[in-house]
């Protein structure tokens, strides 16, 4: 799975993703099993960029290329906010450069060293070789998914 580098995101490239500066929140949950009677005002409206971005310097829209993690529920074409102020940690979904290559995977710290962990059985793991030049570029915090595409 490649990842394409887009953008850092400022809070004028997540208002111009999103379409508007803030999106209306319902005030009540909406029932993913049994239906519940729906309440038909709003609560508000949220800031994404204040929602979902911890460093605006540090955080920039990846978008994704490939299905070697569509087990962790990213798609081809889906994008990742990634934060690359974070100091990943094992397990952490990263967006990493391994021998001038860029992929998302999933970061495993073994005692054997260190393994890219593909989240789709039809993708090889990567364990990353002693002699391998290996960059974490940055934490993906966020996935983007699209449940309509245009």
Aim: aromatic content about 4%.
């Amino acid at each position: 799975m490649r990842a394409t580098l887009l953008r850092s995101a400022s809070p004028t490239d997540l208002r111009r993703y999103v379409g508007r500066r803030g999106i209306r929140v319902a005030p009540v949950a909406v029932a993913a099993g049994f239906p519940s009677p729906a309440q038909d005002y709003y609560n508000g409206d949220i800031d994404l960029t204040e929602m979902l971005v911890d460093d605006q310097a540090a955080t920039f829209i990846v978008r994704v290329s490939g299905h070697s993690m569509t087990g962790a529920g990213i798609d081809n074409g889906d994008e990742l906010l990634v934060d690359r102020s974070k100091t990943p940690r094992d397990g952490d979904v990263i967006v990493a450069i391994l021998d001038g290559e860029l992929t998302v995977k999933r970061l495993l710290l073994t005692e054997g060293g260190v393994v890219l962990k593909a989240e789709n059985a039809e993708h090889p793991d990567i364990e990353v070789a002693e002699l391998s030049e290996l960059q974490v570029w940055g934490v993906a915090t966020y996935c983007l998914h699209h449940l309509r595409r245009p």
